[in-house]
């Protein structure tokens, strides 16, 4: 086989490449957190590649699974269902590990409650079930978005962005979308999303954001405005991002402008 090696964006922005296995051998890539691309291969008839999703078995830590990428073409309703089920057993360990430490810590000192840990680990528990409940779009508006785009155009949604964002047509019309959007009601909740992300950023909290996106590159200092469309990007809701740009004739089924 000639080529199928797989590219890899570094932090710096540069690419390494990373050559084919041979015979018995493999390459391991955690695809959901590093940039990549498969080179085209020759001279055989296919390339093997599997995925599969991986997490943090240690209670506590972040776990930054997400479905965006399998959601343009999947079974909604067999992929929720799944989705649902891991996610609140997940959730379940960390309860019960959460309620040992408790009796752990209560065993050790019997006048003392940790209430700043269980603060933390409340504020953990809103915040996972708010990421799991944003990664299940509308069903329907997912089914418009399949009508109108094929999967490779709706996983493309950040390059088709970035090229609606530096139009200047965009910026024109943007106050008046942003008016008709805030009364739509399939993206109230990520409009609500967006006004919080804002605000982190105004107050110097834009680390504690996270996207999907790698590193979130916004600050209080940043010349850009955070927009809804970055937002919608920062959590991988490529189908809502389309179906608002659709929406309002920022793009057609055809995504250029």
Known sequence: MVGGETYIRKGDGSTAKVEGPSLGYCVILQGGQ?????????????????????????????????????????????????????????????IEYMQSSIAGYVGRDPYSFPLDEIYH?????????????????????????????????????????ARVRAQKRFKDLLPI?????????????YVSDWQETKYLIKTGHAMSVLS?????????????EYLFGDELLRQGLKEVLLAWLHRFDLIGPEPDI
């Open 34 to 94: 590093v940039e990549h691309l498969a080179a085209r291969a020759f001279g055989t008839t296919e390339r093997i590649t599997t995925i599969t999703s991986y997490r943090a078995a240690i209670a506590g830590l972040y776990d930054d699974s997400y479905i965006s990428n399998v959601r343009p073409y999947c079974d909604l309703p067999q992929l929720y269902t799944q989705w649902t089920n891991y996610r609140l057993e997940k959730m379940k360990q960390e």
């Open 121 to 161: 680990f409340v504020d953990q528990q809103i915040s996972y079930l708010k990421r799991t409940i944003r990664q299940m779009v509308d069903q329907t508006l997912c089914a418009e978005v399949r009508r109108q785009f094929d999967p490779r155009k709706i996983n493309s949604a950040g390059e088709i962005w």
């Open 212 to 224: 999907q996106q790698g590193n979130f590159p916004w600050c209080q200092d940043d010349f850009e």
């Open 177 to 189: 979308v942003m008016a008709q959007t805030m009364a739509w009601k399939p993206v109230v909740p």
